[in-house]
């Protein structure tokens, strides 16, 4: 069974940075795409951010050139770098393995999802 623990986000004001990270258990973590989602209040849940098992990465247009996504395979562990946050980036923060590419509807190998880490962009 796939778990996926989120941790790392706070509150934080416009231009600052966070360092999310996430810790998975229950697959062989080197073998998986992994992605970072966000969903904000009322709005759907997206997938901003992903890495191959080679270190390809992509994003979604609107946190590109700020966020960096990482992974360290020794640690079966998934990073969400945050730069230059806006307001708008306000969300929970998940992870997960995508099966849908930036765009797309949300499609995760694993029916369950974490629970999150809120990030809050304020002055």
């Known amino acids: 069974q796939v778990q996926l623990v989120e941790s790392g986000g706070g509150l934080v004001q416009p231009g600052g940075s966070l360092k999310l990270s996430c810790a998975v258990s229950g697959v062989i973590f080197s073998r998986e795409t992994m992605g970072w989602y966000r969903q904000a209040p009322g709005k759907q849940r997206e997938l901003v ?27 079966n562990t998934v990073y969400l770098q945050m730069n230059s946050l806006k307001p708008e980036d306000t969300a929970v923060y998940y992870c997960n393995i995508p099966l849908s590419e930036i765009g797309g509807p949300v499609q995760i190998l694993f029916g369950s999802w974490g629970q999150g880490t809120q990030v809050t962009v304020s002055s």
């Open 49 to 75: 951010a992903r890495i191959g098992t080679a270190g390809s990465t992509g994003y979604v247009d609107s946190v590109k050139g700020r966020f960096t996504i990482s992974r360290d395979n020794a640690k």
